[in-house]
């Protein structure tokens, strides 16, 4: 659980440094998203892998989920849960379901198109048409609003998991653990803020 | 301070045997002076009950002042209560009001049937300590003094307030999981911490988790429920030292 989820953390930082890319520059943004999508070391090794942490990270948290509900037996009549744990902390199976309904219409929103344009409409390779596609995608106010509510479960999701992935592996420090929690809170905060700054930057800049 | 006693309903777990099935039932209780501890309220409950000729409630207790870890109670949704850092016999009336409504139900995990009304049967924590919470000392008669080894203080400290743990399996109740790893990692910390837990760390560990989840008892996913209602403020640092041993246990294994 921890590991893949420390993985999944590393990866969204990557991916929404090329978001960024987007706001700043067509260019940058389309040689990037150009390279990610032919080079063959990113294509037949990074994105499987990647695929199977995502698989490994969700069919283990539920199965985790399973056992821990089977593990309480007779549920309480009257349970003040709110008195010594967070909301986030009780919930992740919750907010972990909507980021994978949200991922599997990502999935069928840009990689299926992927897909389709380069294996199986067998298209030339275009290097300029990334940033066009991406923008003209966040013009649609469907779009974007899955996009915002989406980020706010993965907020939720991380508020917890960031802090809780190091107690897992055995880091708890009387020093850093505190450091450890702030940095958490930051991360769940700013990482999603900048996935929904992008997209409402595309929203707000459509021309027509 | 008033001296007039408190009115209140209590809805208590009754269960006749661990192979009934059990409900709730309402009681009324009058005149409850604010100075009573909880455990003292139900006596007053069950002289009641006797008097009218009806079964007193069953529920766990023996020392009565915080230390032998026996009385356990759900109430109002809360492990041992509303109150911090104490047990349910520590637990003063003067925490409710003249009115309330207070609901009390066992401890619920699969691992701790109810045995009777509020009787859990938690004994799968006393196989859990045999499977490895123990040093195996040689008692030949020319066994060393354990003060000739020198132990740092923080590491004492640290092992100390591990063995703080009195088993009462507040931690497994609070828990959403019924994770029994705050009690397990305060019996696994408090001999780590010490060079006599080192000869057996590697068997002790495994042998502990491995009978804790025999036992069905859930995996811990951070919550921190258990450190905040744990009578002896035992750390959620034990469970990361636990998670420490139980990885290093793995790697270095020769089998
Ligand atoms: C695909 C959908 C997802 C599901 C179904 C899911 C589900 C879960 C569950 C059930 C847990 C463990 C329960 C707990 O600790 O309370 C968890 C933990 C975690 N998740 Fe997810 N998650 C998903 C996606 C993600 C993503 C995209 C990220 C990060 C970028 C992430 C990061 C984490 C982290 C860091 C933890 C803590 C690990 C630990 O404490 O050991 N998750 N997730
Ligand atoms: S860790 Fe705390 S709550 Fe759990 S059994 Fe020990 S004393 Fe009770
Ligand atoms: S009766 Fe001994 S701790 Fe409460």
């Known amino acids: 659980m921890a590991l893949s989820g420390f993985f999944l953390l590393f990866f969204l930082l990557m991916h929404l440094s090329i978001n960024l890319l987007s706001v700043f520059s067509e260019d940058a943004f389309n040689t990037v998203s150009h390279f990610m999508g032919y080079n063959p070391l990113i294509q037949f090794l990074m994105q499987p892998i990647l695929i199977a942490g995502i698989i490994f990270h969700l069919v283990m948290g539920m199965v985790l989920e399973m056992k821990n509900r089977k593990a309480r037996g007779v549920s309480y009549a009257k349970n003040n849960a709110a008195a010594n744990s967070t909301w986030m902390s009780r919930n992740m199976i919750i907010t972990g379901i909507m980021i994978l309904l949200f991922l599997v219409a990502h999935m069928i929103d840009f990689w299926a198109h992927e897909i389709d344009y380069k294996y199986i409409a067998a298209n030339a390779e275009d290097p300029t048409r990334y940033w066009e596609e991406l923008h003209h995608k966040m013009g649609d106010p469907l779009h974007v609003g899955i996009y915002v509510v989406a980020f706010v479960f993965l907020s939720l999701h991380l508020m917890h998991g960031f802090q809780s992935a190091f107690q897992s592996v055995g880091f708890n420090h009387n020093k850093y653990t505190p450091a450890i929690k702030k940095l958490g809170t930051l991360y769940a905060i700013l990482v999603p803020l900048g996935f929904i700054f992008v997209a409402l930057f595309h929203f707000l800049t459509q021309s027509h | ?255």
Request: glycine share 8%; aromatic share 6%.
């Open chain 2, 1 to 255: 301070m008033s001296d007039k006693g408190m009115n209140l309903t209590l809805k208590i777990w009754r269960q006749k045997d661990s192979k009934s099935k059990g409900k709730m039932e309402t009681y009324k209780l009058s005149d409850i002076s604010e100075h009573m501890s909880f455990l003292e309220m139900l006596d007053v409950l069950n002289e009641q009950l006797i008097n009218e000729g009806q079964e007193p409630v069953a529920f766990d207790h023996d020392c009565r002042e915080g230390i032998c870890g026996m009385c356990s109670l759900y109430i109002n949704g809360e492990a041992h209560g509303p109150d911090r850092g104490i047990t349910t016999c520590q637990l003063h009336m003067r925490m409710f009001n003249d009115g309330d409504t207070i609901v009390i139900e066992p401890w619920r995990a699969a691992a701790f049937p109810v045995t009777k009304d509020l009787i859990v049967d938690r004994s799968a924590m006393d196989r859990i300590q045999q499977a490895g919470g123990f040093i195996s000392v040689n008692t030949s008669g020319n066994t060393q003094d354990a003060n000739a080894i020198p132990i740092n203080k923080s590491d004492a400290d640290k092992s100390f307030d591990a063995a703080a743990c009195i088993g009462c399996g507040a931690c497994v109740a609070t828990c959403k999981n019924a994770s029994a790893m705050l009690f397990v990692s305060a019996k696994i910390s408090q001999f780590a911490l010490l060079p006599q837990g080192q000869v057996e760390a590697k068997e002790r560990v495994d042998n502990m988790v491995k009978q804790m989840d025999l036992e069905g008892f859930g995996n811990c996913t951070n919550t921190g429920a258990c450190e905040a209602e744990c009578p002896k403020g035992i750390s959620l640092e034990n469970i990361a030292r636990m998670n420490r041993e139980f990885i290093k246990s793995a790697v270095l294994k020769d089998k």
